[in-house]
């Protein structure tokens, strides 16, 4: 038995990339498999993801590399996306794939259903990686099993999530695997590459990349052989930065802004990227020089960025201070965890908390060993990851990545006492207890089965009302009506320009205030301010949603404005009802 036992570890140990694969391979095809029928429904159930869609599908119709400007929000000058081309790539790639075989729309849903999959296999390796390093050889198919036990990191790469996100968490993933590497160069490089792949795609993970960076200029002000990490990290940031910025910035994005990998913050990183390589090339040998000269390369950059470009010391999305009082200032997932309902923040903070708790606990387990550099780096991260949902919730899904090292130590330190039970049954409930405990899923056990903090009736039928308006079923019968520009929610309008023919006016990003507010401004105002906002804005034909999320913010703050007026069934002599199948759950009207 013991001889079997010893094959089976070595076989896991030697081959644990290939079954980490396998491993992701099955977990693909089974989601695949459990959401169906949302592949089938094209379910792309947020704004970011039918937007992306629109961007793969102009890339593959002809629109050129660097316009990323959507012409079906708010024609004819079009709507300015701020992302790059990167997370287009394999979307992209998998609908030239499969629509010679299965057709364009097919091929569509398809690419929506295993996009987001593709960057789970990376992130797995990565934490396989870590776990390896720092907990034990055959660690990595429990780092698999606490990550498929994750709510809101998990969700991020399931099928039709086709946005950013995924792609973002795995190079976050990466950096950690990288700062664990006993091998500096090769740590380093990864470190770099996955941050200015990061960086590329969107400014989200900004802060984590700089956590990063600060953490490998600091092991090599505690050690001056970290000299060849410094070294790798300092160019491939830089180079990747500055390789990113060539292929991917969009046109849009080649002008001063503070939202992107623009000019600002090419600079940035590829001074930070020059400054460290200089460190690394000096790397004098006492301690206290090289303290002194990353204080002062950290200041000059610093210092630098704050005199050459003060806008970006304040809202990096640089709106006005109305479209930030009545919309971004009240986006769901920009607010701290604690301004969360109960039932949201306990589940989400559950698993961090206890990752962090696991880390801090091997970091002084190992206080005396080769690990604790390693732990010391994951043990800031997670203690990094926590704080920032204090400050905005959708952090969430990156600190529940930083928990699954922590865990799995915890899982490791509890197995010899598990497996020290005599009896089976104890050994089976305990350890279904301790797994229970210290994934986090005992928060979703209890409020699963206990009345706390359950959601409203109010509540459930505005959740309902925008569920059913996003739906093929409400939005293609529009279809039937010749192509027109639409004048419907922010909010709904990259759903409805994703399934149907027409156009629309206005779509959740920050650099098009002046069409969010349009859209703003016509609900709350006065017909007569609405008619003229439509007219504007060439639109021939008006979409709501009752009882949609959006459209109860109009009657709450509007309460007589135009929007609440129609909601009570006042009719408009400009505004003509449009027959629409029986049940369906938005009403159209013909703007005269």
Known sequence: MNIRLTTLANELDRHWIKLTTIAWLVIAIFYVWKRWAAIHWLSLGDTDDNMRLMQVRALLDGQGWYDLRNYRLNPPAGFNIHWSRIVDLPIAALILLLRPFVGVAEAERLACGIAPLLPLGVLLVALGATVRRLVTPLAWPLAIVFMMSSTVALSMFMPDRIDHHGWQLAMLSLTVAGLCDPKGA?????????????LAIGLEMLPYCAMAGAIIALRWVGEAAERPRLMSYALSLGGGCAAGYVIFASEANRVMRCDALTPIWLSVFVAAGAGLALLALLSPADRRIRLLLAVIIGGVIAGAFASMFPQCLARPEQVSEELYTSWLSNVREAKPIYRHPFRTAFPLAALPLMGLIGAGVATWRARRSAGFVGWAC????????VAMLLWQVRAGAAAQIMAIPGVTALAFIMLPWLMAQRSVAVRLFAGIAVFTLISGSFSTIMLRTLPIDRPKPYVQRVNRATGRCMTIPALQPLNQIPRATIFTFVDLGPRL?????????????HRNGEAILDVQHAFKGTPEKAREIMKKHGATLMLVCPNMAESTVYRD????????????GERFDWLTPVPLPKGSPVRLFRIR
Request: hydrophobic share 50%; proline share 4%.
């Open 557 to 568: 703050r509007a309460p007589g404005g135009f929007y609440d007026r129609l909601a009570h």
């Open 378 to 385: 994951v043990s800031l991260f997670a203690l990094f990851s």
């Open 497 to 509: 320009i994703a399934l149907t023919h027409h156009n629309a006016i206005a779509g959740p990003y």
């Open 186 to 198: 090769r740590g380093g490089a990864i470190v770099g590459s996955a941050s200015a792949v990061s």
